[in-house]
């Protein structure tokens, strides 16, 4: 168990629909990570928040969205959902800021039909 | 661009032999290189990690070997055993980035 939670674990949705993923990173930890895995494909970088404000960007499409809450929480938002949106995306935290050692979610497993 | 490439989709290994596992970058910034594995439904794992000032580093079983100038990593697993099979993510990352690039990972299986 890393400490990172994330909900939901699964999500069915429709084309069209928006959805917002939950992450919660291990106690102490500043820094969340948000990754994209598609089917056979390497963890895709999303974005990162460090204490509540955007570090980093990646290959993030403009209909999804994340911030990060006082508590350190993090959700990301996927809206206007296409098929291709389906994948499975994983939140990672980390003490400080920084890209070395990230401590990884169980993921939340996004299916659009 | 895939700058971390993991070549091999999948390796077959009997129990207690040497599993290599092996991992090419693009990118001479990169100087922090690390191995993750991942279980079915799992998020992935911090395995071991290596800093670009050294050429081995070693935990147990596990081992990572750099070769900076042929931008090649591996990891190693001596003896492999069968809870060993899962997917295996090489990431890398450099000085001043925020995040880690990732291979699109091998597929280990440990035969008993």
């Known amino acids: 168990d890393s400490g990172v939670t994330q909900t939901p674990k699964h999500l069915i949705t429709a084309t069209g629909q928006r959805v917002t993923l939950r992450c919660s990173p291990r106690s102490g930890d500043l820094s969340v990570y948000w990754y994209q895995q598609s089917l056979d494909q390497g963890l895709q970088f999303l974005i990162q928040?460090?204490?509540?404000?955007?570090?980093a960007k990646g290959n993030i499409l403009e209909r999804f969205s994340a911030q990060q809450f006082p508590d350190l929480h993090s959700e990301l938002n996927l809206s206007s959902l296409e098929l291709g949106d389906s994948a499975l995306y994983f939140c990672?935290?980390?003490?400080?800021?920084?890209?070395?050692?990230?401590?990884f979610g169980p993921g939340t497993r996004l299916t659009v039909l | 661009d895939q700058q971390v490439k993991q070549n091999s989709p999948s390796l077959s290994v009997q129990e207690g032999r040497i599993s290599i596992l092996n991992c090419d970058y693009t990118n001479s910034m990169f100087d922090y290189f690390l191995w993750y594995k991942k279980y079915p439904a799992e998020g992935p794992t911090f395995l071991i990690s290596i800093s670009s000032i050294k050429d081995k580093n070693e935990d147990g079983r596990f081992t990572v070997f750099l070769n900076k100038s042929a931008k090649h990593l591996s990891l190693h697993i001596v003896p492999s055993q069968p809870g060993d099979s899962a997917v295996y993510f090489c990431?890398?990352?450099?000085?001043?980035?925020?995040?880690?690039?990732f291979g699109t990972g091998t597929r280990l299986t440990v035969i008993p």
């Open positions: 990672a935290s980390r003490r400080a800021s920084g890209a070395d050692t990230q401590y």
């Open positions: 928040y460090y204490n509540g404000e955007e570090r």
């Open positions: 990431a890398a990352s450099g000085t001043g980035a925020n995040n880690l690039f």
